[in-house]
T-cell receptor, first 112, second 112 residues
Framework: EPEVTQTPSHQVTQMGQEVILRCVPI?????FYWYRQILGQKVEFLVS????????KSEIFDDQFSVERPDGSNFTLKIRSTKLEDSAMYFC??????????FGPGTRLLVL | GEDVEQSLFLSVREGDSSVINCTYT??????LYWYKQEPGAGLQLLTY?????DMKQDQRLTVLLNKKDKHLSLRIADTQTGDSAIYFC????????????FGQGTELSVKP
Protein backbone atom coordinates (compact mmCIF):
# COMPACT_ATOMS: atom_id res chain seq x y z
CA GLU A 1 0.00 0.00 0.00
CA PRO A 2 1.41 3.45 -0.89
CA GLU A 3 2.59 5.51 2.05
CA VAL A 4 4.13 8.86 2.89
CA THR A 5 7.75 8.59 3.98
CA GLN A 6 9.82 11.09 5.93
CA THR A 7 13.51 11.49 6.67
CA PRO A 8 15.21 11.74 9.05
CA SER A 9 13.15 10.11 11.78
CA HIS A 10 15.02 12.14 14.41
CA GLN A 11 17.06 15.30 14.16
CA VAL A 12 18.96 17.15 16.87
CA THR A 13 20.24 20.61 16.08
CA GLN A 14 21.65 23.67 17.78
CA MET A 15 19.57 26.81 18.13
CA GLY A 16 20.13 29.07 15.13
CA GLN A 17 21.02 26.27 12.76
CA GLU A 18 19.11 25.51 9.59
CA VAL A 19 17.30 22.20 9.21
CA ILE A 20 15.64 20.58 6.22
CA LEU A 21 12.99 17.96 6.78
CA ARG A 22 12.24 15.71 3.84
CA CYS A 23 9.12 13.94 2.71
CA VAL A 24 8.11 11.74 -0.17
CA PRO A 25 4.33 12.02 -0.62
CA ILE A 26 2.17 9.36 -2.20
CA UNK A 27 2.92 9.47 -5.90
CA UNK A 28 -0.45 10.35 -7.45
CA UNK A 29 -1.39 12.88 -4.77
CA UNK A 30 -1.75 16.54 -5.62
CA UNK A 31 -1.84 18.29 -2.26
CA PHE A 32 1.01 18.30 0.24
CA TYR A 33 1.07 19.51 3.82
CA TRP A 34 3.23 20.03 6.86
CA TYR A 35 1.87 19.81 10.38
CA ARG A 36 3.61 19.80 13.71
CA GLN A 37 2.85 18.41 17.15
CA ILE A 38 4.58 19.92 20.15
CA LEU A 39 4.76 17.37 22.95
CA GLY A 40 1.43 17.12 24.74
CA GLN A 41 -0.32 19.56 22.43
CA LYS A 42 -2.65 19.39 19.46
CA VAL A 43 -1.50 18.64 15.94
CA GLU A 44 -1.18 22.04 14.26
CA PHE A 45 -1.37 22.93 10.60
CA LEU A 46 1.64 24.72 9.13
CA VAL A 47 1.26 24.90 5.36
CA SER A 48 -0.40 23.37 2.34
CA UNK A 49 1.10 23.20 -1.13
CA UNK A 50 -0.63 22.65 -4.46
CA UNK A 51 0.38 23.14 -8.06
CA UNK A 52 3.89 24.19 -7.03
CA UNK A 53 2.85 26.96 -4.71
CA UNK A 54 1.67 27.52 -1.16
CA UNK A 55 -2.11 27.41 -1.06
CA UNK A 56 -2.58 28.13 2.64
CA LYS A 57 -0.35 28.77 5.64
CA SER A 58 -0.88 29.33 9.34
CA GLU A 59 0.46 32.14 11.49
CA ILE A 60 3.11 29.73 12.75
CA PHE A 61 4.57 29.53 9.24
CA ASP A 62 6.56 32.74 9.34
CA ASP A 63 9.58 33.87 7.33
CA GLN A 64 11.78 31.29 9.07
CA PHE A 65 9.91 28.51 7.30
CA SER A 66 9.87 27.60 3.64
CA VAL A 67 8.69 24.66 1.56
CA GLU A 68 9.86 23.32 -1.72
CA ARG A 69 9.12 20.55 -4.15
CA PRO A 70 12.52 20.31 -5.77
CA ASP A 71 11.64 17.41 -8.07
CA GLY A 72 8.68 15.20 -8.87
CA SER A 73 8.84 13.19 -5.69
CA ASN A 74 10.27 15.12 -2.72
CA PHE A 75 8.63 17.79 -0.57
CA THR A 76 10.79 19.63 1.93
CA LEU A 77 10.32 21.91 4.92
CA LYS A 78 13.20 24.22 5.76
CA ILE A 79 13.58 26.07 9.03
CA ARG A 80 16.23 28.72 8.50
CA SER A 81 17.25 29.57 12.05
CA THR A 82 15.82 27.14 14.55
CA LYS A 83 14.52 28.23 17.93
CA LEU A 84 14.01 26.15 21.06
CA GLU A 85 10.25 26.35 20.54
CA ASP A 86 10.57 24.69 17.13
CA SER A 87 11.18 21.39 18.94
CA ALA A 88 8.28 19.20 17.89
CA MET A 89 7.25 16.23 15.80
CA TYR A 90 6.83 17.38 12.20
CA PHE A 91 4.41 15.46 10.01
CA CYS A 92 4.16 15.56 6.27
CA UNK A 93 0.87 14.59 4.65
CA UNK A 94 -0.54 14.26 1.18
CA UNK A 95 -3.94 13.84 -0.42
CA UNK A 96 -5.86 13.67 -3.63
CA UNK A 97 -8.48 16.33 -4.32
CA UNK A 98 -10.99 14.68 -2.03
CA UNK A 99 -10.94 12.04 0.64
CA UNK A 100 -8.26 10.88 2.99
CA UNK A 101 -5.23 12.78 4.21
CA UNK A 102 -2.33 10.41 4.66
CA PHE A 103 0.37 11.27 7.13
CA GLY A 104 3.97 10.19 7.27
CA PRO A 105 5.62 8.74 10.39
CA GLY A 106 7.04 12.13 11.39
CA THR A 107 10.42 13.67 12.10
CA ARG A 108 11.17 14.39 15.74
CA LEU A 109 13.11 17.65 15.85
CA LEU A 110 14.97 18.64 19.00
CA VAL A 111 16.53 22.09 19.17
CA LEU A 112 19.17 22.55 21.88
CA GLY B 1 -12.43 30.37 15.02
CA GLU B 2 -12.72 26.69 14.26
CA ASP B 3 -12.30 24.33 17.17
CA VAL B 4 -12.49 20.60 17.75
CA GLU B 5 -12.92 19.12 21.22
CA GLN B 6 -12.53 15.60 22.57
CA SER B 7 -12.50 14.08 26.01
CA LEU B 8 -8.95 13.23 27.05
CA PHE B 9 -9.23 9.68 28.37
CA LEU B 10 -11.32 6.55 27.93
CA SER B 11 -10.76 3.22 29.62
CA VAL B 12 -12.55 0.02 28.57
CA ARG B 13 -12.25 -3.72 29.11
CA GLU B 14 -11.07 -5.96 26.32
CA GLY B 15 -14.04 -7.20 24.30
CA ASP B 16 -16.25 -4.23 25.16
CA SER B 17 -17.20 -1.51 22.71
CA SER B 18 -15.43 1.85 22.89
CA VAL B 19 -17.11 5.09 21.91
CA ILE B 20 -14.93 8.13 21.39
CA ASN B 21 -16.72 11.43 21.00
CA CYS B 22 -15.81 14.65 19.26
CA THR B 23 -17.51 18.01 18.79
CA TYR B 24 -16.59 20.68 16.30
CA THR B 25 -17.66 24.23 15.61
CA UNK B 26 -17.18 24.75 11.87
CA UNK B 27 -20.58 24.39 10.24
CA UNK B 28 -18.94 24.33 6.79
CA UNK B 29 -16.98 21.16 7.55
CA UNK B 30 -17.10 18.81 4.59
CA UNK B 31 -14.95 15.91 5.74
CA LEU B 32 -14.37 14.57 9.22
CA TYR B 33 -11.53 12.21 10.01
CA TRP B 34 -10.39 9.77 12.65
CA TYR B 35 -6.71 9.08 13.17
CA LYS B 36 -4.92 6.67 15.48
CA GLN B 37 -1.54 7.43 17.01
CA GLU B 38 0.41 4.76 18.84
CA PRO B 39 3.26 5.82 21.15
CA GLY B 40 6.09 7.43 19.22
CA ALA B 41 4.39 6.77 15.89
CA GLY B 42 2.71 8.81 13.18
CA LEU B 43 -0.95 9.46 12.48
CA GLN B 44 -2.67 6.47 10.94
CA LEU B 45 -5.82 7.35 9.01
CA LEU B 46 -8.58 5.06 10.30
CA THR B 47 -11.59 6.35 8.44
CA TYR B 48 -13.30 9.50 7.28
CA UNK B 49 -16.84 10.56 6.55
CA UNK B 50 -18.27 13.08 4.16
CA UNK B 51 -20.61 15.54 5.80
CA UNK B 52 -23.67 14.45 3.83
CA UNK B 53 -23.49 11.02 5.46
CA ASP B 54 -24.85 10.04 8.88
CA MET B 55 -22.95 6.84 9.34
CA LYS B 56 -20.06 4.89 7.94
CA GLN B 57 -19.06 1.37 8.92
CA ASP B 58 -15.74 -0.26 8.24
CA GLN B 59 -15.21 -3.65 9.89
CA ARG B 60 -15.04 -2.98 13.67
CA LEU B 61 -15.29 0.79 13.24
CA THR B 62 -18.52 2.75 13.05
CA VAL B 63 -18.57 6.50 12.59
CA LEU B 64 -21.69 8.44 13.44
CA LEU B 65 -22.16 12.04 12.41
CA ASN B 66 -24.80 14.38 13.80
CA LYS B 67 -24.33 17.42 11.65
CA LYS B 68 -27.04 19.42 13.42
CA ASP B 69 -25.26 19.06 16.76
CA LYS B 70 -21.77 19.04 15.17
CA HIS B 71 -21.02 15.80 16.94
CA LEU B 72 -18.91 12.95 15.64
CA SER B 73 -18.29 9.61 17.28
CA LEU B 74 -16.10 6.60 16.63
CA ARG B 75 -17.28 3.24 17.92
CA ILE B 76 -14.80 0.39 18.09
CA ALA B 77 -16.51 -2.96 18.48
CA ASP B 78 -14.84 -5.82 20.38
CA THR B 79 -12.01 -3.57 21.56
CA GLN B 80 -8.62 -5.27 21.76
CA THR B 81 -5.46 -4.36 23.69
CA GLY B 82 -3.89 -3.44 20.35
CA ASP B 83 -6.46 -0.67 20.05
CA SER B 84 -4.82 1.17 22.94
CA ALA B 85 -3.64 4.46 21.43
CA ILE B 86 -4.55 8.11 21.11
CA TYR B 87 -7.43 8.79 18.74
CA PHE B 88 -7.72 12.15 17.03
CA CYS B 89 -10.69 13.55 15.24
CA UNK B 90 -10.16 16.27 12.67
CA UNK B 91 -12.36 18.37 10.46
CA UNK B 92 -11.81 20.00 7.13
CA UNK B 93 -13.66 22.96 5.69
CA UNK B 94 -15.08 23.21 2.21
CA UNK B 95 -11.84 24.08 0.42
CA UNK B 96 -10.27 21.25 -1.50
CA UNK B 97 -6.86 20.75 0.04
CA UNK B 98 -7.92 22.81 3.06
CA UNK B 99 -6.23 22.41 6.42
CA UNK B 100 -7.35 19.92 9.02
CA UNK B 101 -8.24 21.15 12.48
CA PHE B 102 -7.46 18.49 15.07
CA GLY B 103 -8.89 17.76 18.46
CA GLN B 104 -6.53 17.21 21.35
CA GLY B 105 -6.86 13.45 21.15
CA THR B 106 -8.51 10.82 23.32
CA GLU B 107 -6.23 8.31 24.99
CA LEU B 108 -7.91 4.91 24.87
CA SER B 109 -6.71 2.39 27.42
CA VAL B 110 -7.87 -1.20 26.97
CA LYS B 111 -7.56 -3.41 30.01
CA PRO B 112 -7.41 -7.20 29.68
Amino acid sequence: EPEVTQTPSHQVTQMGQEVILRCVPISNHLYFYWYRQILGQKVEFLVSFYNNEISEKSEIFDDQFSVERPDGSNFTLKIRSTKLEDSAMYFCASSEETGGRYFGPGTRLLVL
Amino acid sequence: GEDVEQSLFLSVREGDSSVINCTYTDSSSTYLYWYKQEPGAGLQLLTYIFSNMDMKQDQRLTVLLNKKDKHLSLRIADTQTGDSAIYFCAERGHNQGGKLIFGQGTELSVKP
